[in-house]
């Protein structure tokens, strides 16, 4: 499988990155084994996971991911070959995540208290790619980058970025993490954490984690530059729209054991709008002869600003089709057919 260069770190890593928000949850640890087992016999060699996992967040489940992906770890002995990332919540009224019941904030404490807690769930000395999940500051609207501005409530309680850089810089120092890297983040929060970089008041960001997709390619519009010119590559989540684009959902269908049927958490990609693109590009797929999951896939790892897709699954034949991308050839004539279809439906689903 290609690699990438992690922004401007002396890490590599494979395009395809395996996301494990489902393990503890919807799967077993045998099956994340076995997922983790395949992911990288394939040439995976980069896992994301976060402190909030396995989704939904809930208290009784907490860090269950990272224990997952600790035992594969330990029984495989193949630590150095795999770059681990993981991730601080943000601002959150959930009390669950600090041992006091306080809400988390990203101050010195909390990240504190979250990069401990994280290297002991995942067995390891130090996080290779640690990620803020999203900021602290209120922002228009999860993701943090809108179609159009809402104005965010201002808070009293605000916890400064540079506060927080200056957190960071002292666990890189202390050799609790090697790279940071950013999630749900806008432009100017990108830019205002590489201006920190610049003056030595932060570490430099490697990486933004956002959603980006056939419904929703909102990072072009302004962060996809800051990619091409700072070297800050995009992670992207949700490629297959949360499962929307494998076309499973089609008709109002509503298959067992789906994300929809199980927690009914998948209003982002059930906006007005969204259907009838769906609609379009499964058939797209369908008409080049590549399975939907695929397709989207493809897509995502074809654009020049990415640097890995992050995949995931719950079945081992939906994590072959994710991986089947890294086989699909992109040409110009695909690409000009899906821009043929994103100037008729844009972003339905920021």
Known sequence: MQQRPLGRTDLRVSRICLGTMTFGEQNSEAEAHRQLDRATERGVNFLDAAELYPIPPKAETQGRTEAYIASWLKARGNRDRIVVATKVVGRSVMTWF???????????????????????????????????????RPT???????????????????????????????????????????????????MRWLALAETGAAPRVASVQNAYNLLNRTFETGQAEIAAREDVGLLAYSPLAQGYLTGKYAGGALPAGSRKALFDRLQRYEKPGTTDAIDA???????????PATFANAFVLAQPFVTASIIGATTME?????????????????????????QRFGNPAP
């Open 98 to 136: 600090r041992q006091d019941g306080s809400e988390p904030r990203l101050d010195r404490r909390n990240v504190v208290e979250a990069v401990e807690g994280s290297l002991q769930r995942l067995g390891i000395d130090c996080i290779d790619l640690y990620q803020i999940h999203w900021p602290d």
């Open 140 to 190: 228009t609207g999860f993701g943090s980058v809108p179609t159009r501005w809402k104005a965010p409530e201002s808070v009293a309680d605000e916890v400064a970025i540079a506060e927080t850089a200056e957190v960071f810089g002292e666990l890189t120092a202390a050799g609790k993490i090697r790279h940071m890297g950013l999630s749900n983040e806008s432009a100017w929060g990108t």
């Open 281 to 291: 590009y499964v058939a797209l797929a369908r008409e080049l002869s590549i399975a």
């Open 318 to 342: 939906q994590l072959d089709e994710c991986l089947a991308a890294e086989e699909v050839a992109w040409t110009p004539a695909m690409q000009e057919a899906v821009d043929a279809l994103y």
